[in-house]
């Protein structure tokens, strides 16, 4: 039911500071878990952090204190805030979104967005 499309990476120093967005598009992005992964080369793809349709937030641990995501209903966009980056920090970020009914997770209907390049690097 939405489609996302994710903004914001770049180049940026060790030290230095990104703000992605993720723009929603279709229907109820209030409704939606809003969440970043990223995925580096040759690694996995993982979880970074969640925001709930509540506000709830999560993140993983590699990056709590440095990020920040927050969304904003009014705009159907949800952000990540980094500071304080790191060359690990290095990957594709990509937006994910999905609803929770009945206190479910619907992930069979969960959205992705295509992804942002962020390369920290001096």
């Known amino acids: 039911q939405v489609q996302l499309v994710e903004s914001g990476g770049g180049l940026v120093q060790p030290g230095g500071s990104l703000r992605l967005s993720c723009a929603a598009s279709g229907t109820a992005f209030s409704d939606y878990t809003m969440a970043w992964y990223r995925q580096a080369s040759g690694k996995q793809r993982e979880f970074v952090a969640r925001?709930?349709?509540?506000?709830?937030?999560n993140y993983v641990d590699s990056v709590y204190g440095r990020f920040t995501i927050s969304r904003d209903n009014a705009a159907n966009t949800v952000y990540l805030q980094m500071n304080s980056l790191k060359p690990e920090d290095t990957a594709v970020y990509y937006c994910?979104?999905?609803?929770?009914?009945?206190?479910?997770?619907?992930?069979?209907?969960?959205?992705w967005g295509q992804g942002t390049q962020v390369t920290v690097s001096s």
């Open positions: 994910n979104a999905y609803r929770v009914v009945y206190g479910i997770p619907r992930t069979v209907d969960q959205q």
């Open positions: 925001i709930t349709s509540g506000g709830n937030t």
